[in-house]
């Protein structure tokens, strides 16, 4: 958990986009799949336009029922993370993406979440137990895109799923109206400091208690 190399630490950034397209991003997975219990922001510039991510780490399923229903109603996208090299975690995904299917159509009607797989530490191939094929064919039974990568063996990979689901949200976001599309920073995120590239987190790798998590939630 307080490893260097996990999916959304390694995002980290300095930089301000005053007038950025906010985006929230919610990272679904089973323990230890390279998710780390974090939350924060990431500015990226994607196609000259900024973007302003909001990202909320879960903590698998030791996530409170009704904290995870808060968390996914908050969010944008989301990014469903399994480990090639833990087979439970790949049986997981599919039951968390029914769910993020679930609550999210309660908020929007018809209209699908924005969803990708992520299929981390592909670096450990003596140690998989997750075939690419497996992982495709999931991807193409859900019809949700898959991307297999590396967290350990670089910043690419990960900044590559979140430009994907960046693609993916705007694709849903046309279909809203405008006044839905662009807004600022969220109450959520005021209370959070911004963590700067070459920050180091406590030993516990939390940036934030999401035991206040609930407090911040708009009513
Ligand atoms: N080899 C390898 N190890 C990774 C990779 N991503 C994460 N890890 C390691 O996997 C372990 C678990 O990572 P975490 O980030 O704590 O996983 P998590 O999904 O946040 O786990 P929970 O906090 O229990 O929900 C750590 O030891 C990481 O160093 C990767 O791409 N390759």
Known sequence: MSSNFALSRTLRRTGSF??????????????????????????????????NFEILDTA??????????????????????????????????MRLCFLVNHIHSKRSGTDPPAIIIVANKKD???????????????????????REISVRDGWEETASVFHALYTVILQQMDKLPLSFRRRGVSRLMEKIPRIHSNATLGSTGRSFSFSSFRDLLPD
């Not at 229903?69 to 480990?83: N, P, R, T």
């Not at 137990?129 to 991807?139: F, P």
Request: aromatic letters at 6%.
């Open 18 to 51: 005053p007038s950025a397209r906010t985006l929230r991003i919610v990272i679904l997975g089973q323990g230890a799949v390279g998710k780390t219990e974090t939350i924060y922001r990431h500015e990226l510039n994607i196609g000259g336009e900024a973007v």
């Open 60 to 93: 698998g399923q030791e996530e409170d029922a009704l904290l995870m229903e808060e968390k996914i109603k908050w969010a944008d996208g989301f990014l469903v993370v399994y480990s090639v090299t833990d087979r439970c975690s790949f049986d997981e995904v």
């Open 124 to 146: 450990l191939e003596f140690d998989r137990m997750v075939t690419v094929e497996e992982g495709e064919s999931l991807s193409h039974a859900l019809k949700l895109p898959l």
